[in-house]
């Protein structure tokens, strides 16, 4: 494809990926949005459960076998791998909006607080969290990250250099700091719902188990041991919990 090509289908996966994220906050927050977490018709409570828990299956499937080495490897020999990223990150934002069009209310409510402080307090720690995850983005290169940096030094003729290992800011504090600002923005709700509450517990364990068994696998295997040591001495996602100095 030609260079151009590529560069604003770059563009475009961007700006799609970007009104997904945004949605994703007014979604998960039950604000501004016209289909939330809580709103829509409710069905019965299996098919609901059912139908949630494989629209969320669909999104951790595609986001965790084209995150692999093995699948990029494989994946780059029928695209350009200027294209790889943004064709990532342009299918999770695609999977990402099945969720919103399709997602099934349960409105059973498991806690609410009417307390104008725990209110604040609740919502103050959502915005934190998704403040975190947009940061933290930039703390290890956002433009790398959502393919932006592959198209434009594809279009230039340059050579995009391998991802940089970093430990600095949040990623002195917790390794994955991105998942972190999600777990916060998830739980942090002065009003949960059972579908609010479905969504947040299989993210919660989808975060534990890609992290652990996958990310961290192929970071290991591509830093060495300086990950290991990063992972002695800097925690996985809760803050201060390793008494060793920070690396
Ligand atoms: C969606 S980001 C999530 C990063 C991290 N798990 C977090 O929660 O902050 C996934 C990408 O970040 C990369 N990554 C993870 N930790 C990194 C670090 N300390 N420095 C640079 N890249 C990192 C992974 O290789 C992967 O390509």
């Known amino acids: 494809m030609k260079k151009s090509m590529i560069f604003i289908y770059g563009i475009l996966a961007y700006v799609i990926f970007l009104i997904t994220f945004l949605y994703a906050i007014g979604f998960v927050g039950n604000m501004v949005v016209p ?14 459960i059912v139908i949630n828990v494989i629209l969320l299956s669909v999104f951790a499937l595609q986001h965790s076998i084209m995150a692999r080495p093995a699948f990029k490897k494989w994946f780059t020999t029928i695209i350009s791998p200027a294209m790889e990223r943004s064709t990532y990150i342009l299918l999770s934002s695609l999977a990402l909006l099945l969720i919103y069009w399709q997602w099934q209310p349960i409105t059973t409510i498991v806690w609410e607080t009417h307390n104008k402080i725990s209110i604040i307090l609740m919502t103050g720690l959502f915005f934190l969290g998704w403040t ?5 983005t930039f703390m290890i290169n956002h433009f790398e990250l959502f393919g932006l940096a592959q198209i434009f030094n594809n279009l230039k003729n340059r050579q995009t250099p391998n991802p940089k290992f970093q430990t600095n800011f949040l990623y002195k504090i917790v390794r994955h700091p991105i998942m972190l600002g999600f777990l916060i923005a998830f739980w942090a709700t002065p009003r949960m719902t059972v579908g609010h509450l479905l969504f947040t517990i299989v993210t919660t364990l989808y975060i534990l188990v890609a992290v652990k068994y996958l990310e961290e696998k192929d970071l290991k295997k591509a830093i060495g041991e300086k990950y290991e040591t990063y992972q002695k001495e800097v925690p996985m996602l809760i803050p201060f919990t390793k008494s060793k100095k920070k690396v």
């Open 132 to 136: 975190i995850v947009l940061l933290s």
């Open 35 to 48: 289909k939330a977490i809580d709103s829509g018709t409710e069905l019965a409570l299996l098919p609901s």
